[in-house]
Protein backbone atom coordinates (compact mmCIF):
# COMPACT_ATOMS: atom_id res chain seq x y z
CA UNK A 1 0.00 0.00 0.00
CA UNK A 2 1.13 3.51 -0.86
CA UNK A 3 1.56 5.89 2.15
CA UNK A 4 0.31 8.75 0.83
CA UNK A 5 -2.71 6.94 -0.64
CA UNK A 6 -3.35 6.31 2.59
CA UNK A 7 -2.86 9.37 4.59
CA UNK A 8 -5.47 10.60 2.27
CA UNK A 9 -7.96 8.43 2.71
CA UNK A 10 -7.38 9.08 6.09
CA UNK A 11 -7.35 12.59 5.71
CA UNK A 12 -4.33 13.24 7.25
CA UNK A 13 -2.42 16.50 6.49
CA UNK A 14 0.62 16.05 4.27
CA UNK A 15 2.42 18.44 2.36
CA UNK A 16 3.44 15.60 -0.67
CA UNK A 17 0.26 14.44 -2.34
CA UNK A 18 -0.64 10.97 -3.42
CA UNK A 19 -0.71 10.77 -7.68
CA UNK A 20 -3.02 9.17 -10.02
CA UNK A 21 -4.76 9.78 -12.99
CA UNK A 22 -8.04 8.01 -14.67
CA UNK A 23 -7.25 6.46 -18.01
CA UNK A 24 -3.14 6.66 -17.57
CA UNK A 25 -2.94 3.36 -18.78
CA UNK A 26 -3.85 3.78 -22.34
CA UNK A 27 -3.86 4.86 -25.79
CA UNK A 28 -1.29 7.74 -25.26
CA UNK A 29 1.62 5.26 -24.02
CA UNK A 30 4.31 3.27 -25.56
CA UNK A 31 4.07 0.79 -23.01
CA UNK A 32 0.05 0.26 -23.47
CA UNK A 33 0.60 0.80 -27.68
CA UNK A 34 3.16 -1.97 -28.01
CA UNK A 35 0.01 -4.40 -25.94
CA UNK A 36 -2.26 -3.14 -28.62
CA UNK A 37 -0.03 -4.11 -31.25
CA UNK A 38 -0.45 -7.89 -30.33
CA UNK A 39 -3.76 -8.23 -28.96
CA UNK A 40 -7.27 -6.41 -29.28
CA UNK A 41 -8.44 -4.15 -26.94
CA UNK A 42 -11.10 -6.64 -25.11
CA UNK A 43 -8.68 -9.37 -24.99
CA UNK A 44 -6.24 -6.91 -23.20
CA UNK A 45 -9.30 -6.31 -20.59
CA UNK A 46 -10.59 -9.94 -20.36
CA UNK A 47 -7.27 -11.91 -20.28
CA UNK A 48 -5.92 -11.16 -15.77
CA UNK A 49 -2.28 -11.47 -16.87
CA UNK A 50 -2.54 -9.13 -20.32
CA UNK A 51 -4.70 -6.75 -17.97
CA UNK A 52 -1.99 -6.39 -14.86
CA UNK A 53 0.58 -5.83 -17.49
CA UNK A 54 -1.15 -2.62 -18.68
CA UNK A 55 -1.58 -1.65 -14.96
CA UNK A 56 1.70 -1.77 -14.44
CA UNK A 57 3.49 -0.12 -17.39
CA UNK A 58 2.45 3.79 -15.98
CA UNK A 59 3.87 2.61 -12.57
CA UNK A 60 7.22 1.96 -14.09
CA UNK A 61 7.21 4.39 -16.51
CA UNK A 62 5.87 7.50 -14.62
CA UNK A 63 5.92 6.21 -10.98
CA UNK A 64 2.38 6.52 -10.39
CA UNK A 65 1.24 5.92 -6.72
CA UNK A 66 -1.58 3.88 -7.37
CA UNK A 67 -2.87 1.54 -10.06
CA UNK A 68 -5.99 1.08 -11.29
CA UNK A 69 -7.56 -2.31 -12.59
CA UNK A 70 -7.30 -2.21 -16.57
CA UNK A 71 -11.24 -2.73 -17.65
CA UNK A 72 -13.75 -1.02 -19.25
CA UNK A 73 -16.84 0.42 -17.02
CA UNK A 74 -19.39 -1.31 -19.92
CA UNK A 75 -18.81 -4.87 -18.99
CA UNK A 76 -21.90 -5.90 -16.58
CA UNK A 77 -24.00 -5.06 -19.76
CA UNK A 78 -22.76 -7.37 -21.85
CA UNK A 79 -23.10 -9.62 -18.48
CA UNK A 80 -26.78 -8.43 -18.94
CA UNK A 81 -27.15 -9.69 -22.70
CA UNK A 82 -26.63 -6.34 -24.71
CA UNK A 83 -24.16 -8.17 -26.64
CA UNK A 84 -21.06 -5.71 -26.10
CA UNK A 85 -18.13 -5.58 -28.63
CA UNK A 86 -15.30 -3.22 -29.60
CA UNK A 87 -13.74 -1.92 -32.90
CA UNK A 88 -11.76 0.74 -33.18
CA UNK A 89 -14.39 3.81 -33.06
CA UNK A 90 -15.17 2.25 -29.57
CA UNK A 91 -17.33 0.16 -27.95
CA UNK A 92 -20.92 -1.19 -29.28
CA UNK A 93 -23.78 -2.53 -27.97
CA UNK A 94 -25.92 -4.82 -30.09
CA UNK A 95 -29.22 -3.93 -28.08
CA UNK A 96 -30.70 -1.03 -26.72
CA UNK A 97 -33.21 -0.20 -24.47
CA UNK A 98 -34.62 2.37 -27.71
CA UNK A 99 -35.05 -0.92 -29.48
CA UNK A 100 -36.85 -2.61 -27.33
CA UNK A 101 -34.33 -4.98 -25.05
CA UNK A 102 -35.96 -6.75 -22.27
CA UNK A 103 -34.41 -7.96 -19.89
CA UNK A 104 -35.48 -11.61 -19.16
CA UNK A 105 -34.70 -14.56 -17.00
CA UNK A 106 -31.70 -12.39 -15.05
CA UNK A 107 -29.23 -14.73 -12.97
CA UNK A 108 -27.72 -12.73 -11.13
CA UNK A 109 -25.03 -15.10 -9.87
CA UNK A 110 -24.74 -16.05 -13.44
CA UNK A 111 -23.67 -12.61 -14.47
CA UNK A 112 -21.39 -12.21 -11.80
CA UNK A 113 -19.47 -15.10 -13.00
CA UNK A 114 -19.06 -13.61 -16.43
CA UNK A 115 -16.87 -10.58 -14.79
CA UNK A 116 -14.53 -12.91 -12.97
CA UNK A 117 -11.85 -11.95 -15.06
CA UNK A 118 -12.00 -8.45 -13.60
CA UNK A 119 -11.28 -10.40 -10.05
CA UNK A 120 -8.25 -12.55 -11.49
CA UNK A 121 -6.67 -9.20 -12.91
CA UNK A 122 -7.23 -7.30 -9.60
CA UNK A 123 -5.35 -10.18 -7.88
CA UNK A 124 -2.30 -10.50 -10.97
CA UNK A 125 -1.81 -6.59 -10.38
CA UNK A 126 -1.07 -6.73 -6.86
CA UNK A 127 0.92 -9.52 -7.35
CA UNK A 128 3.39 -7.41 -9.95
CA UNK A 129 2.90 -3.82 -7.87
CA UNK A 130 5.59 -2.83 -5.92
CA UNK A 131 4.21 -3.18 -2.04
CA UNK A 132 4.59 0.76 -1.93
CA UNK A 133 1.97 0.83 -4.44
CA UNK A 134 -1.98 0.97 -4.14
CA UNK A 135 -4.49 -0.68 -5.98
CA UNK A 136 -8.03 0.62 -6.69
CA UNK A 137 -10.81 -1.07 -8.87
CA UNK A 138 -13.89 1.00 -10.45
CA UNK A 139 -17.19 0.29 -11.87
CA UNK A 140 -19.45 2.53 -13.89
CA UNK A 141 -22.10 4.47 -11.89
CA UNK A 142 -25.33 2.82 -12.49
CA UNK A 143 -27.01 5.64 -14.35
CA UNK A 144 -23.85 5.96 -16.71
CA UNK A 145 -24.41 1.87 -17.23
CA UNK A 146 -28.27 3.14 -17.98
CA UNK A 147 -27.36 5.42 -20.19
CA UNK A 148 -25.62 2.85 -22.49
CA UNK A 149 -28.33 0.45 -22.27
CA UNK A 150 -30.79 2.86 -23.12
CA UNK A 151 -29.07 4.42 -26.48
CA UNK A 152 -26.60 1.72 -27.40
CA UNK A 153 -23.81 4.71 -26.58
CA UNK A 154 -23.75 8.28 -25.27
CA UNK A 155 -25.33 10.63 -27.59
CA UNK A 156 -24.69 13.45 -25.50
CA UNK A 157 -28.45 14.93 -24.98
CA UNK A 158 -29.44 11.81 -23.34
CA UNK A 159 -33.05 11.77 -25.02
CA UNK A 160 -33.80 8.44 -24.86
CA UNK A 161 -32.37 7.48 -21.95
CA UNK A 162 -34.35 10.28 -19.73
CA UNK A 163 -37.75 9.50 -21.37
CA UNK A 164 -37.37 5.79 -20.91
CA UNK A 165 -36.26 5.81 -17.19
CA UNK A 166 -39.16 5.18 -15.41
CA UNK A 167 -40.37 2.33 -18.20
CA UNK A 168 -36.72 0.62 -17.31
CA UNK A 169 -37.43 0.55 -13.30
CA UNK A 170 -36.65 -3.67 -13.68
CA UNK A 171 -33.51 -3.50 -15.58
CA UNK A 172 -32.00 -0.60 -13.78
CA UNK A 173 -32.54 -2.42 -10.27
CA UNK A 174 -31.06 -5.19 -11.39
CA UNK A 175 -28.43 -3.29 -13.10
CA UNK A 176 -27.42 -1.61 -9.47
CA UNK A 177 -27.50 -5.22 -8.13
CA UNK A 178 -25.21 -6.45 -10.74
CA UNK A 179 -22.99 -3.62 -9.86
CA UNK A 180 -23.07 -4.21 -5.91
CA UNK A 181 -22.04 -7.37 -6.18
CA UNK A 182 -19.04 -6.42 -8.77
CA UNK A 183 -18.05 -3.82 -6.42
CA UNK A 184 -17.58 -6.89 -3.76
CA UNK A 185 -15.78 -9.07 -6.09
CA UNK A 186 -13.37 -6.18 -6.66
CA UNK A 187 -13.03 -5.61 -2.76
CA UNK A 188 -12.40 -8.91 -1.77
CA UNK A 189 -9.89 -9.28 -4.89
CA UNK A 190 -7.91 -7.01 -3.11
CA UNK A 191 -8.33 -3.56 -4.01
CA UNK A 192 -8.00 -1.00 -1.52
CA UNK A 193 -11.13 1.57 -2.84
CA UNK A 194 -13.37 1.18 -5.91
CA UNK A 195 -14.21 3.57 -7.85
CA UNK A 196 -17.67 4.58 -9.18
CA UNK A 197 -17.54 6.67 -12.56
CA UNK A 198 -20.37 8.31 -13.52
CA UNK A 199 -19.44 10.62 -16.96
CA UNK A 200 -22.82 10.64 -17.63
CA UNK A 201 -24.47 12.35 -14.51
CA UNK A 202 -23.53 16.01 -15.68
CA UNK A 203 -26.12 15.88 -18.27
CA UNK A 204 -28.84 15.80 -16.03
CA UNK A 205 -30.51 18.49 -14.04
CA UNK A 206 -29.08 18.55 -10.47
CA UNK A 207 -32.90 17.84 -9.18
CA UNK A 208 -33.33 15.34 -11.40
CA UNK A 209 -29.62 14.08 -9.88
CA UNK A 210 -30.73 14.65 -6.17
CA UNK A 211 -34.32 12.65 -6.94
CA UNK A 212 -33.46 9.67 -9.10
CA UNK A 213 -29.44 9.27 -8.98
CA UNK A 214 -28.19 10.11 -5.51
CA UNK A 215 -29.86 8.04 -3.10
CA UNK A 216 -28.66 4.88 -4.74
CA UNK A 217 -25.44 6.53 -4.43
CA UNK A 218 -25.57 7.84 -0.68
CA UNK A 219 -26.91 4.12 0.00
CA UNK A 220 -23.54 2.05 -1.61
CA UNK A 221 -21.26 4.33 0.47
CA UNK A 222 -23.34 3.38 3.46
CA UNK A 223 -23.12 -0.71 2.10
CA UNK A 224 -19.28 -0.23 1.35
CA UNK A 225 -18.25 2.58 4.40
CA UNK A 226 -14.56 3.99 3.87
CA UNK A 227 -14.05 1.53 0.72
CA UNK A 228 -15.95 3.50 -2.12
CA UNK A 229 -14.91 6.48 -4.13
CA UNK A 230 -16.74 8.61 -6.45
CA UNK A 231 -16.55 10.85 -9.54
CA UNK A 232 -18.69 12.47 -11.88
CA UNK A 233 -18.41 14.56 -14.71
CA UNK A 234 -20.10 17.54 -15.48
CA UNK A 235 -21.39 18.07 -12.19
CA UNK A 236 -22.00 21.24 -9.87
CA UNK A 237 -21.84 21.49 -6.51
CA UNK A 238 -25.11 22.38 -6.38
CA UNK A 239 -25.95 18.36 -6.96
CA UNK A 240 -24.67 17.40 -4.36
CA UNK A 241 -26.81 17.43 -0.44
CA UNK A 242 -25.55 17.24 2.63
CA UNK A 243 -26.54 13.48 3.06
CA UNK A 244 -24.39 12.88 0.30
CA UNK A 245 -21.75 15.16 0.99
CA UNK A 246 -21.77 13.28 4.70
CA UNK A 247 -21.79 9.62 3.57
CA UNK A 248 -18.80 7.50 4.36
CA UNK A 249 -17.40 7.78 1.34
CA UNK A 250 -13.43 6.93 1.16
CA UNK A 251 -13.40 10.22 -1.32
CA UNK A 252 -14.70 11.55 -4.11
CA UNK A 253 -12.94 12.92 -7.40
CA UNK A 254 -13.91 16.65 -9.34
CA UNK A 255 -13.35 17.60 -13.02
CA UNK A 256 -11.06 20.49 -13.80
CA UNK A 257 -14.37 22.80 -14.16
CA UNK A 258 -14.33 22.91 -10.35
CA UNK A 259 -12.35 25.18 -7.79
CA UNK A 260 -10.09 22.54 -6.33
CA UNK A 261 -8.44 24.74 -3.35
CA UNK A 262 -11.64 25.96 -2.05
CA UNK A 263 -13.21 22.41 -2.64
CA UNK A 264 -10.32 20.90 -0.25
CA UNK A 265 -11.07 23.57 2.32
CA UNK A 266 -14.61 22.23 2.40
CA UNK A 267 -13.59 18.77 2.12
CA UNK A 268 -13.97 17.28 5.60
CA UNK A 269 -13.12 13.65 5.01
CA UNK A 270 -11.52 11.30 3.02
CA UNK A 271 -9.63 12.01 -0.29
CA UNK A 272 -10.45 14.54 -2.98
CA UNK A 273 -8.81 13.41 -6.60
CA UNK A 274 -8.20 16.19 -9.25
CA UNK A 275 -7.96 17.99 -11.00
CA UNK A 276 -5.83 19.75 -13.81
CA UNK A 277 -7.10 20.15 -17.42
CA UNK A 278 -6.00 17.14 -19.40
CA UNK A 279 -6.23 19.48 -22.55
CA UNK A 280 -3.52 21.47 -21.56
CA UNK A 281 -1.25 18.49 -21.96
CA UNK A 282 -0.85 19.50 -25.15
CA UNK A 283 0.66 22.72 -25.01
CA UNK A 284 3.89 23.49 -25.94
CA UNK A 285 5.79 22.49 -23.76
CA UNK A 286 6.68 26.55 -21.82
CA UNK A 287 3.19 27.47 -21.80
CA UNK A 288 2.30 23.96 -20.27
CA UNK A 289 5.06 24.74 -17.48
CA UNK A 290 3.02 28.02 -16.93
CA UNK A 291 -0.61 26.63 -16.66
CA UNK A 292 1.00 23.68 -14.05
CA UNK A 293 2.74 26.78 -12.37
CA UNK A 294 -0.46 28.83 -11.84
CA UNK A 295 -2.30 25.43 -10.49
CA UNK A 296 0.43 24.97 -8.02
CA UNK A 297 0.40 28.77 -6.75
CA UNK A 298 -3.62 28.70 -5.97
CA UNK A 299 -2.88 25.12 -4.24
CA UNK A 300 0.46 26.43 -2.21
CA UNK A 301 -1.56 28.99 -0.95
CA UNK A 302 -3.59 26.47 1.35
CA UNK A 303 -2.22 24.88 4.49
CA UNK A 304 -1.09 21.57 5.06
CA UNK A 305 -4.32 21.35 6.67
CA UNK A 306 -6.55 22.46 4.20
CA UNK A 307 -4.88 20.42 2.23
CA UNK A 308 -5.53 16.96 3.95
CA UNK A 309 -7.02 13.94 1.51
CA UNK A 310 -5.92 15.43 -1.68
CA UNK A 311 -4.80 13.32 -4.59
CA UNK A 312 -3.20 14.80 -7.20
CA UNK A 313 -4.14 13.79 -10.77
CA UNK A 314 -6.76 15.51 -13.81
CA UNK A 315 -9.75 17.25 -14.24
CA UNK A 316 -10.49 13.79 -16.46
CA UNK A 317 -8.47 11.26 -17.96
CA UNK A 318 -5.73 11.04 -20.14
CA UNK A 319 -6.36 12.09 -23.47
CA UNK A 320 -4.98 9.76 -26.39
CA UNK A 321 -1.50 11.21 -28.13
CA UNK A 322 -1.07 13.22 -24.90
CA UNK A 323 2.49 13.75 -24.84
CA UNK A 324 4.14 11.27 -22.56
CA UNK A 325 7.25 13.22 -21.55
CA UNK A 326 4.40 16.12 -20.50
CA UNK A 327 2.77 13.57 -18.31
CA UNK A 328 6.39 13.06 -16.51
CA UNK A 329 7.21 16.51 -16.04
CA UNK A 330 4.08 17.00 -14.10
CA UNK A 331 4.64 14.51 -11.69
CA UNK A 332 7.80 15.54 -11.07
CA UNK A 333 6.73 18.79 -10.74
CA UNK A 334 4.42 18.06 -8.42
CA UNK A 335 6.93 16.48 -6.57
CA UNK A 336 8.92 19.06 -6.58
CA UNK A 337 6.78 21.85 -5.54
CA UNK A 338 5.11 20.04 -2.94
Known sequence: ????????????????????????????????????????????????????????????????????????????LDAMGL??????????????????????????????SELNFQSEAIKLTRQALPSHKSLIGFVGGFWTLYVYAAEGGHAGSLIPAKSLYQQSEFFVQNLIKLIEGNIQQQLDAG??????????????????????????????????????????????PSFFSEDFKNAPWAGRGVDHRWDLAETLKNNKHGFLQGNFDQALLFQETDEFKRSLNTYITQLKQLTDEERAGWVCGLGHGVLPKTPEHHVKMFIDTIRQEF
Open 191 to 236: AEVVMVFDTSAGEVSSSFYKEKIAPTLIKWAHQFPGRLGYYSKGTQ
Open 1 to 76: MNILFQNALAHKKQNTPPIWFMRQAGRYHKHYQALRAKHSFETLCREPELAAQVALGPIQDFDFDVSILFSDLLFP
Open 83 to 112: ELSYSDHGPRLEHSLAKGYKLQNFNLEKAL
